[in-house]
Nanobody, 123 residues
Framework: QVQLVESGGGSVQAGGSLRLSCVAS????????MGWFRQTPNQERHCVAIIWASDGSTDYARSVKGRFTISQDNAKKTVYLQMNSLKAEDTATYYCAAVAAGNVFSRDAYKYWGQGTQVTVSS
């Protein structure tokens, strides 16, 4: 059974930083791509950042580019999201996702999901 477990969420003031972690376990093999998504109540789940396992290449949503950094430790099957210069609009539940087919920026492409971790940024 595959599990993705996120951690690192919490409450922070605007301008602050948080680092999210996502550890994969079980028979997941080597995910081709991993991503971070976020969702607020009554909103769609949107892609924040993705990273390819093969070469570590990354891509980001325009709203977080320059502030967030996604990275991975393949040996530990862990992906990170370093979030700096946080804004109130970054408040959301953040989800880790792994193994995608198709449009890697779409939630529909991913096979495995974590349970989510809440990030709250106060202004």
């Amino acid at each position: 059974q595959v599990q993705l477990v996120e951690s690192g969420g919490g409450s922070v003031q605007a301008g602050g930083s948080l680092r999210l972690s996502c550890v994969a376990s079980g028979d997941i093999g080597r995910p081709n791509v991993m991503g971070w998504f976020r969702q607020t109540p009554n909103q769609e789940r949107h892609c924040v950042a993705i990273i390819w396992a093969s070469d570590g290449s990354t891509d980001y949503a325009r709203s977080v580019k320059g502030r967030f950094t996604i990275s991975q430790d393949n040996a530990k099957k862990t992906v990170y999201l370093q979030m700096n210069s946080l804004k109130a609009e970054d408040t959301a539940t953040y989800y880790c996702a792994a193994v995608a087919a198709g449009n890697v920026f779409s939630r529909d492409a991913y096979k495995y999901w974590g349970q989510g971790t809440q990030v709250t940024v106060s202004s």
